[in-house]
């Protein structure tokens, strides 16, 4: 293997990918992610990393790309969404790490083109997981439409990590690095998880006799 910079990054998107795969947070129709590795130098998961790898990825598997989407380092092929990923991290100052998913929890409210409600500590202070405008798949418009999103919202996202549902196709989720970006993604599966069991819960008895 030739030498390839950035390698600790490299293994931290490693261990991320086989992480989102192992707890449901995507599913073989597709997921990508991408970090700043410095100005103009983004590390981006290649195509079909779900579909045909099951997200077991190695270091050198990692794209390294810049602004332009020209590959510097890597011999895969770009993510269709890549230039999702550009955008954001690209035009947030505090924004390091973008994660697109299909959580599995998610993905009832992404089918029925639905936001995930706040309903734990964990997201309150990030705000609602709303929906983009419905845009046909890796299509330029649907980034431009999640990046329309997060500037909506800039002075959170430059803040907090965020998230967006792209209806029918899945979540995009932000962070100042990639831990706090798949913080993110396990927060709002969770949200999700708790939103659909909600009235199930509340119908039940508790211990003592009162309903909840």
């Not at 907090?160 to 798949?182: K, R, T």
């Amino acid at each position: 293997m030739e030498h390839l910079s950035y390698m600790e990054q490299r293994e931290q998107m490693a261990k991320v990918a086989h992480y989102m795969w192992d707890r449901r947070l995507t599913n073989a129709a597709g997921g990508n992610f991408a970090v700043l590795a410095e100005e103009n130098r983004v590390l981006i998961s290649p195509s079909l990393m779900s579909e045909r790898h099951f997200c077991e990825m190695r270091p050198e598997d990692f794209l390294l790309i810049d602004y332009d989407m020209n590959v510097l380092e890597g011999t895969g092929k770009l993510s269709r969404e890549g230039y999702m990923h550009v955008l954001l991290l690209k035009n947030f100052k505090n924004i390091g790490a973008t994660i697109h998913a299909h959580p599995q929890y998610c993905m009832a409210f992404v089918a029925q083109s639905k936001p995930i409600p706040n309903i734990t500590e964990a997201t309150m202070k990030r705000g609602p997981v709303e929906c983009i405008p419905y845009t046909q798949a890796y299509t330029t418009n649907l980034h431009e439409e999640v990046y329309r999103y997060f500037d909506a919202r800039r002075e959170l996202a430059e803040k907090y990590p965020i998230g967006a549902i792209m209806p029918l196709h899945g979540v995009v989720v932000s962070g100042s690095d990639l831990f706090m970006a798949y913080s993110m993604l396990e927060r709002i599966e969770a949200d999700a998880m708790c939103n659909i069991f909600r009235d199930q819960v509340n119908s039940c008895e508790c211990v003592n006799g009162v309903k909840g």
